[in-house]
C-alpha cells in the first residue's frame, strides 16, 4: 500500500526557531475541531491562545460555547485571516493545538504549523498518530489535562525537527512521488 499524504509549498511557509509564550488553534470552529477544548488547555496552563478559522454567528456552539470565553486577553478570536498572518503567528507560537473530537483524515494546519517550527499537541485521533511524531514533533495525548501538562515539556522539541519532518514527509514534491509510484503500481498489475 502506498499512502500519498497531503503535501505543502515548504518554500511558501516561514520558519521560525524562536518562540513566544502562546498557542495557535487553527480550523474551523465546530464542535469536532475541539476549540472548546483548545480554550480548556489555554486556562488550564494559563497560555494566551489565538483562534483563527471561521464561526457562524447564528451558530449555538458559537455563541454559548466560544464567544463568551474570548476575552481579548488569555483567550484571542483572530477570524478568518490571510494564511501569511496565520503563518506570522504559527511560527512564532511555543505550540499549535489541535484537540480533535472525531477521525480527522489529514489535518493540514498540523503539517503546516510543523512546517513553521511549531510543535503539535493532538489527540490521538485519525491521522494523528501519522502525521505528529510523538515527543520528535509535538506530542499525541489523551486528554485536555495531558495536552496542558505537554506544554510545561514543549521546549524539548527541537523546531528544526518539525521542519525537517514535513521536509522529508509532506512537500508536495512527496505527495506528487507517492502518487507516482502508486500509478505506476496500478498500471504495472
Known sequence: IITAYNGVNIKEIPFSEKKEDYIVFAGRIHPSKGVKEAIEVAKKSKTKLYIFGSNNIQDDYWAKV????????????????????????LKS???????????????????????????????NRGSMPEIVKHNETGFIVKSVSEMSKSLEKIDDIDPRACRKHVEENFTSEKMTDRYEKAYHKILNK
Open 93 to 123: 507560537a511555543k505550540a499549535f493545538v489541535f484537540p480533535l473530537q472525531w477521525e480527522e483524515p489529514f489535518g493540514l494546519v498540523a503539517v503546516e504549523a510543523m512546517a513553521c517550527g511549531t510543535p503539535v499537541i493532538t489527540f
Open 66 to 89: 466560544i464567544k463568551p470565553n474570548i476575552d481579548g486577553k488569555l483567550i484571542n478570536y483572530m477570524g478568518m485571516v490571510s494564511r501569511s498572518k496565520i503563518f506570522k503567528y
